[in-house]
């Protein structure tokens, strides 16, 4: 079988648990072959990047990893990527010691993942020398093939000629990519984060003329004191917050005054759509007001980041979704490798709560877990300044703990410690570092008297915050200080979306198990803050609003504090009426598959299609799924792995995006297919599960904007859920019989 040649980037997409029939359909993948190699390439790649060949055995069906190896995929992917990192960097190559490595010459063996092995299960890779440090992985060995480097190096097999189809496949990919960008107007797919969409080429004063009288009352609204800008999916809150902004730069103008605002966002695909929006609006150039992620905004003005740019160390993530997410795998392999190895001798002191966390078997748990520690890290000892070295434990167990902060005795905190060391030591070996590490450093900086005089010029006089619910407490500290006037509280505007918490947009229905928050009190520091609530929603239609509605009735609020809840009964559509939403019920999943085939048939003429699977741990038969519609030539797929694929999306009128429900907020689609929903109905589910489930539900209806199509399979799944069936019964929904096979 021919080599697979990969990349680093490739790699950490592959990781996330794509299916290998899905790489096509995938959005920032591509897949290219010669007679000599396959390639799978990402993105941004380009001719300079370090290669990562995977030699395959003759046969092999499973494409990326070794056939026994298979249901860990993901782990062994991960540690792939890992092991690349660490070769790339300038120096002796050093590995974990749970990993167990042994070297040869150039040949390194370790073990292939930290998941537990029955096949013990080790790497044979060569780390080719020079500056790219390219990466052959050639075999593994396992408890019934064992085998030595020196044996493996006597007769070693030809190593393949990486370079001779490399620049073809490159700019094959390249010239791939940049069709998909620059496709003609006539077929563009429009998926803005904006909950309005500005394509309609409206002026600021058309805006204005059309927005609710809701919005109208945050957009014309004193400044003297910060605003929370509340409201479910759909209310319009990043346009009220746009428009807000700009009528104050207009107003400061128009009185003759200087003024400057900051829009500060999570992510960067959402940074761009409100710059592109403010730029669509007619104004011209609006130079007083600034767009960034936060990240950025950190890098611009720390001193460490602005006056040293050759310091070597690479930030994992380009803003703190993503940022975020890679941070959550890196604590996962030192979680997994800790357990495994040295935790023996430490769950005897530690507190009984930690200890069952620590012992759990359960993947979710796992998870949430690491959510814990990721808060604990950067929020916590991060924030604090606490950086690895003598007496630095002491000076963490001295930090007075808050009510949001992971519940800790002692010797919980030197286990946490332990971790945040070896979790510091694996970064530093790469030379890697993250957004909460720089952002930990700019707190410092905004903290001192250098900055509390610079920020009279570089500060800002209004600052917004848009998916406010998203930034933990590290982020929502820096917003305090970038305010000019240190005279008055802070005046900042904070767009809040009720139905949603950081850790689910990050680990979905594992935030269950967490027992840290974000819910540090956001008028922190802020003096009296307004309230403003939305209720009128722009973007679904009155029927699929009612379903919302009767949904969210159906679960208790998130633990997010009285201070998030919205008052449903209150909220009303501005849309025309629409079609039903509809229920279909297969037999079996097999069956639910044909449904859906069926809708998207039906549907992909009409406009912009989504698939929103609810149960992310079915992602697997969707992607396949998403895979076999893509190949069949008649529709354009794009899956999204991640929040920070919406970036990498091929814009087309028509076409399915395949994604999980938490991964697709934000988005909006004409019409939106729902499925993969587990059996609710019986003992198995926690309650936890149930109101977690019920609200990724929630999430994936309110994507549509004028059709709601709801599919469930009886043998496999359970049917459909009572708040689904209870719909139905209040003509809700329209039910109807699905596939029988």
Same mark, same amino acid.
């Given at each position: ?6 990349? =680093? ?55 990326? =990893? ?35 490595? %042994? ?130 999916? +759909? ?20 009185? +003759? ?138 000076? %963490? ?17 030197? =286990? ?6 070896? %979790? ?35 500060? $800002? ?66 003096? @009296? ?52 939403? $509809? ?9 639910? @598959? ?18 929103? =699977? ?18 069949? +030539? ?12 919406? @970036?990498?999306?091929? %814009? ?90």
């Amino acid at each position: 079988m021919k080599p697979l040649i990969t990349t =680093v980037r490739a790699l950490s997409e592959l990781a996330t648990g794509l299916s290998p029939d899905a790489v096509s359909s995938s959005a920032v993948l591509f897949e290219f072959s010669t007679e000599a190699a396959d390639f799978i390439l990402s993105v941004d790649d380009d001719e300079e990047v370090q290669r990562v060949v995977l030699m395959r055995e003759q046969n092999n069906k499973e494409p990326f =990893v070794p056939e026994h190896l298979v249901s860990l995929r993901r782990e062994v992917l991960s540690r792939m990527k890992s092991f690349a990192e660490r070769a790339r960097t300038p120096g002796p190559l050093s590995l974990p010691k749970q990993w167990h490595q %042994y070297k040869h010459n150039n040949l390194i063996a370790f073990r292939a993942t930290s998941k537990k092995d029955a096949h013990e299960s080790r790497w044979v890779t060569e780390v080719i020398p020079g500056q790219r440090a390219d990466i052959i992985f050639w075999t593994t060995t396992t408890a019934d093939n064992k085998s030595t480097l020196e044996q493996f190096d006597s007769r070693r097999p030809t190593a393949p000629d990486i370079n001779a189809d490399w620049p073809l496949a490159i700019t094959a990919s390249q010239e791939y990519f940049s069709e998909e960008r620059t496709q003609p107007a006539d077929v563009e797919m429009s998926l803005p984060a904006l909950e309005q969409s500005t394509t309609k080429g409206w002026s600021y004063q058309q805006w204005l003329e059309a927005v609710s009288n809701e919005q109208r009352a945050f957009i014309e609204a004193e400044t003297e004191k910060s605003i929370r800008l509340r409201g479910p999916a +759909g209310s319009g809150k990043t346009l009220a917050l746009t428009l807000k902004a700009i009528r104050e730069v207009l107003h400061a103008r128009a009185a +003759g005054e200087d003024v400057r605002v900051l829009i500060v966002t999570h992510s960067w695909a959402l940074a761009a759509q409100i710059s592109d929006s403010i730029d669509s609006m007619g104004l011209g150039l609006l130079q007083e007001i600034d767009v960034f992620p936060l990240l950025e905004l950190a890098t611009m003005i720390s001193p460490q980041y602005v006056q040293d740019e050759s310091s070597g160390f690479s930030l994992i993530g380009e803003d703190s979704l993503s940022g975020k997410q890679a941070q959550l795998d890196e604590i996962q392999e030192v979680l997994d490798e800790f357990i495994n190895g040295d935790w023996i001798t430490y769950k005897g002191k530690v507190s009984e709560g930690l200890r069952a966390r620590f012992d759990s078997n359960d993947d979710d748990e796992r998870r949430a877990l690491a959510w814990d520690l990721l808060i604990e890290f950067g929020s916590v000892i991060g924030a604090a300044a606490i950086f690895p070295g003598a007496g630095a434990d002491l000076r %963490y167990f001295q930090l007075p703990r808050a009510s949001w902060m992971l519940p800790l005795s002692r010797d919980d905190q030197r =286990v946490v410690f332990e971790l945040y060391t070896r %979790y510091w030591a694996s970064l530093d070996e790469r030379s890697l570092t993250t957004s909460d590490q720089v952002l930990a450093d700019f707190l410092i900086h905004l903290s001192t008297n250098t900055w509390n005089r610079a920020r009279r010029v570089q500060g $800002y006089d209004l600052v917004f915050v848009d998916e406010f619910h998203l930034f933990n407490p590290l982020e929502r500290q820096v917003l305090h200080y970038l305010t000019r006037d240190t005279s008055v509280y802070p005046r900042v505007f904070m767009a809040v979306d009720p139905r949603q918490s950081p850790s689910e947009a990050f680990i979905g229905l594992a935030a269950d198990g967490t027992r840290s928050t974000s819910g540090v009190p956001e008028d922190d520091d802020l003096g @009296e803050v307004a309230n403003f609530e939305l209720t009128t929603v722009h973007r679904f239609t009155p029927q699929i609003l009612e379903l919302i509605k009767h949904v969210h009735h159906e679960f208790p609020t998130l633990d997010l504090g009285h201070e998030w809840d919205i008052d449903f009964s209150r909220v009303e559509s501005a849309q025309a009426d629409g079609a039903p939403p $509809y229920l279909i019920s297969a037999a079996s999943r097999v069956g639910e @598959e044909d449904d859906i085939v069926r809708a998207v048939q039906d549907l992909y003429p009409s406009g912009r299609l989504a698939l929103a =699977v609810v149960d992310f741990r079915q992602w697997s038969r969707f992607s396949r799924l998403a895979s076999r519609i893509g190949h069949s +030539g008649k529709f354009h797929v794009s899956t999204v792995t991640g929040r920070s694929d919406i @970036e990498g999306l091929g %814009y087309r009128r028509r076409g399915l995006v395949v994604g999980t429900a938490e991964h697709l907020a934000g988005l909006q689609f004409d019409a939106v297919l729902v499925a993969g929903i587990p059996d609710l109905n019986s003992s198995t589910p926690t309650a936890n599960e149930r109101i977690r489930y019920l609200s990724l539900l929630y999430l994936a209806l309110s994507r549509a904007q004028r059709e709601v199509r709801v599919f469930v399979n009886e043998d496999d799944d359970g049917g459909a859920p009572e708040v689904l069936l209870r719909a139905r019964n209040n003509q809700l929904m329209e039910s109807n019989q699905g596939s029988r096979l």
